[in-house]
């Protein structure tokens, strides 16, 4: 049964780090895996959808990488802003529904 | 033009009650979702339905009784409502199943809040 998992839960930075989220999960065997971005009260919105066979994908200051084999993903923003404060989450197809973390909150400090 | 729409955006309603959410995808996929968000905002996948037949059903009370008329809209309808039924239920959609090789990017509504009192 697959498994994802967020670390850290939380996470509070200065503008202008560079900052790295994880996702792990337990089944190494995804067809693709997809980071999203949740503000709070609204919806999900995607950020990044990584292909099994690539390797990382990249969005403005955004890059998302994958490595299956040792079953993670990270998603590294760049240059942090107050306006990247929000729930990151990451989630995996299978067993016909989308499987998510538990999620890492963001909060950037001006 | 909104890609998953979702209404209402807000219920408050009182234990016992029977209520229902609709939600609408102009995205043209065949398959939609609905999710439950606890408070500790982990999501939880309630129903799948793919060319508006369910694929599954995650040990949902019967009280939850999903429709999906036409593979743009998945409606869901809730019996009896309790109050561990407060949550944001989310609608999502994406073209192909979760499953390989059909595994297309999913999309999400805004959510609709429900509060039972």
């Known amino acids: 049964k697959q498994e994802v998992t967020q670390i850290p839960a939380a996470l509070s930075v200065p503008e202008g780090e560079n900052l790295v989220l994880n996702c792990s999960f337990t089944?190494?065997?995804?067809?693709?895996l997809q980071w999203f971005r949740q503000d709070p009260g609204k919806g999900l919105t995607s950020l990044l959808l990584i292909q099994s066979s690539q390797r990382e994908q990249t969005s403005g200051r955004l890059n998302a990488s994958l490595d299956k084999s040792s079953g993670r993903s990270t998603l590294y923003i760049a240059a942090s802003q107050p306006g990247d404060s929000a729930t990151y989450l990451c989630?995996?197809?299978?067993?016909?529904?989308?499987?998510f973390g538990t999620g890492t909150r963001l909060k950037v400090l001006a | 033009d909104t890609a998953v729409s979702q209404t209402p955006k807000y219920l408050v309603t009182q234990m016992g009650n029977d209520k229902s959410i609709k939600c609408e995808q102009n995205?043209?996929?065949?398959?939609m979702y609905w999710y439950k968000q606890d408070s500790k905002k982990f999501l939880k996948i309630m129903f799948s339905?793919?060319?508006?037949?369910?694929?599954i059903n995650e040990t949902v009370p019967n009280r939850f009784s999903p429709k999906s008329p036409d593979k743009a809209h998945l409606n869901l309808h809730i019996n009896s409502l309790e109050l561990g039924d407060s949550a944001v239920y989310f609608c999502?959609?994406?073209?192909?199943?979760?499953?390989?090789?059909?595994?297309?990017?999913?999309?999400f509504g805004e959510g609709s809040r429900l509060t039972v009192l």
């Open positions: 339905y793919n060319n508006k037949e369910l694929i």
């Open positions: 995205l043209g996929h065949d398959t």
């Open positions: 089944d190494s065997a995804i067809y693709n």
């Open positions: 999502a959609s994406s073209q192909g199943l979760a499953a390989p090789p059909n595994t297309g990017e999913l999309f």
């Open positions: 989630a995996v197809p299978g067993a016909y529904k989308y499987i």
